[in-house]
């Protein structure tokens, strides 16, 4: 893809996240636009909240995440660097937030188990993923408080 764009003269632009066919080549996709311009009745929950945020409360012509302007290579930085390898030697105390109704909520279970102590996991009651960008009736501001004042001596 980088050749394809230094052959180009331009930027392709790319989605967020790679798919890929049957056999493991990635698919480009056909539309320069992250979401549809109307949800189908059924979508999922996870495309719910994304498409409420980033077309609906936090739009703007140019976020790479409402208006798909990634660039094609991106993605693959995130399989080229195992973000979790080294988890378990992190020192500090860490403290993970998560939503109860949030899609990436086992990922950070899963990180705060491999992680030592000190830690501290808080799970949002009722929250998604997008709520913990801007709802500030959502975000647990006192348990940060809390936790800096604990922690940043």
């Not at 394809?4 to 320069?32: C, M």
Request: hydrophobic content about 35%; aromatic content about 14%; overall charge negative.
């Amino acid at each position: 893809m980088r050749w394809k764009e230094v052959d180009e003269g331009k930027q392709i632009g790319g989605p967020h996240e790679l798919a890929f066919d049957e056999n493991d080549n990635p698919i480009t996709p056909s539309t320069t636009k992250s979401f549809p311009d109307k949800l189908p009745e059924d979508a999922n929950p996870v495309l719910v909240d994304f498409y409420n945020y980033y077309v609906k409360r936090a739009f703007h012509p140019c976020s790479i995440n409402s208006a798909m302007i990634w660039d094609a290579t991106t993605p693959w930085s995130y399989y080229n660097f195992p973000l979790q390898q080294n988890i378990e030697k992190i020192t500090a105390p860490k403290l993970i937030v998560t939503g109860e109704k949030a899609h990436s909520r086992y990922m950070a279970e899963a990180a705060y188990e491999r992680l030592t102590d000190p830690k501290e996991l808080i799970v949002v009651p009722g929250a998604t993923h997008c709520d913990l960008y801007d709802q500030m009736d959502k975000i647990p501001f006192d348990k940060f408080e809390e936790f800096f004042k604990e922690n940043l001596k």
